[in-house]
């Protein structure tokens, strides 16, 4: 469950805030600190462990970084933490957000479904350097993937990408995964 406390406050004030927090986890959301849900399911961990390990073999460490839930995506009006974010190398080691990120996953669960994918799509989308925003679902192998396309403009509808046998394919960052690879022995499959 996200919890949105009643003080507004400003990104600064935000980032002082979490910089003191030793648990939990929160977003900034236009004005508000919200808090998060803490950890996850057992599939959700390994999801998102298996879309890092998938990404960290296909792209060239001196080229990206594949980053997880604390580096924070500052879109202007609000800071999530995704659970994968995937940028250029060579970012501020001491920087607790990036505005450039490349490719942005969130893992579905029942209490961020909605916020995932209807509100979050169009933060995302108004970062110029994204390629791809994908949600995937931790339930089967289902992933519905936001790609810009060669336009510069993100489609209206997502497309979906689902199956054992699909592919993702990311053509800007030079990735394909297999849905087979990263949902294996999980749950429905």
Do not use: C
Request: charged residues 25%; negative net charge; aromatic residues 6%.
């Amino acid at each position: 469950m996200n919890a949105r406390a009643g003080i507004k406050v400003d990104k600064a004030t935000f980032y002082r805030f979490i910089e003191r927090q030793t648990e939990g986890r929160f977003e900034f959301d236009r004005g508000s600190i919200v808090q998060l849900m803490s950890g996850g399911t057992y599939s959700h961990s390994k999801l998102i462990k298996r879309l890092e390990v998938a990404l960290d073999r296909q792209l060239d460490s001196l080229e990206w970084e594949v980053t997880g839930q604390s580096r924070g995506v500052d879109t202007g009006e609000t800071v999530r933490y995704p659970d994968i974010v995937v940028e250029a190398a060579g970012a501020d080691e001491r920087g607790l957000s990036t505005v450039n990120p490349m490719l942005v996953i969130e893992v579905l669960s029942p209490s961020t479904e909605e916020v995932d994918l209807n509100v979050k799509p169009g933060e995302y989308m108004s970062l110029p350097s994204l390629v791809a925003y994908i949600v995937a679902s931790q339930t089967s192998p289902r992933l519905t993937v936001w790609l810009r396309n060669v336009g510069g403009g993100f489609p209206d509808a997502p497309e979906v990408v689902e199956g054992p046998d699909a592919v993702l394919s990311i053509e800007a960052l030079g990735v394909d995964i297999a849905l087979a690879e990263i949902y294996r022995r999980m749950t429905g499959n």
